[in-house]
């Protein structure tokens, strides 16, 4: 199956660090993705990573897979308040660039 | 550029009305993607066109129509709607279906059908 489960709200403080989760359940998919999509907006692709990797850091986005969970995490560093959106991870189990989103995780930072 | 447009902006049609959405790319990506997304919801796949060829349509009702005229545009007619269609359309592209090419998001018509 391709279901992918997701918290649904986090709220943070500015300054502090932020962790999004995700679990999907196919573990097929060869990419993961994060998107963000502020109000109003269309998605923006954040970050990915290749099923092989562990970890992958992007100045202030790191991100974890754990494959044997099925577990995927987005956390952010120094969060500020253009990091209120919504977070969509996303997984690829169709063997092609069709994408499974996730339900959204509502972000709010709190001055 | 990175860039994908979507015009218009916002729609309010009525049940009755024929209007016709767009997307343009100019990154020469092959594949295009039209997604609907309702509030607080994740998108959800509509079609996808690969070398502009309808590639997949995910038991979308025939009251929305889509066209590629061109590796550059893509267009989304929609005809007979129902207040239910009232969400976010959004385009995408990728360089191709090939697995791993990032979707680059548009960002969107807000349609409300009254």
């Known amino acids: 199956g391709e279901d992918v489960e997701q918290s649904l709200f986090l709220s943070v403080r500015e300054g502090d660090s932020s962790v999004i989760n995700c679990t999907y359940t196919d573990s097929s998919s060869t990419y993961l993705y994060w998107y963000k999509q502020e109000p109003g907006a269309g998605l923006q692709l954040l970050t990915y990573?290749?099923?092989?990797?562990d970890m992958k850091q992007d100045q202030r986005l790191t991100v974890l897979l754990n494959k044997k969970d099925k577990h995927l995490s987005l956390r952010i560093a120094d969060t500020q308040t253009g990091d209120s959106a919504i977070y969509f991870c996303a997984e690829t189990p169709y063997g092609n660039n069709r994408l499974a989103f996730g339900k959204g995780n509502q972000v709010v930072v709190i001055p | 550029d990175t860039e994908v447009t979507q015009t218009p902006k916002h729609l309010v049609m009525g049940m009755t009305n024929k209007k016709s959405l767009k997307c343009e790319q100019h990154m020469g990506h092959r594949a295009m993607y039209w997604y609907k997304q309702k509030a607080k919801k994740p998108p959800e796949l509509m079609f996808v066109?690969?070398?502009?060829?309808?590639?997949i349509n995910e038991s979308v009702p025939s009251r929305f129509s889509p066209e590629c005229p061109n590796s550059s545009l893509l267009n989304l007619h929609l005809h007979a709607l129902q207040p239910e269609d009232s969400a976010l359309y959004l385009c995408a592209s990728s360089q191709d279906l090939v697995l791993g090419e990032t979707q680059y998001f548009g960002p969107g018509t807000r349609l409300l059908v009254l």
């Open positions: 066109y690969s070398y502009e060829k309808l590639s």
């Open positions: 990573i290749f099923s092989n990797m």
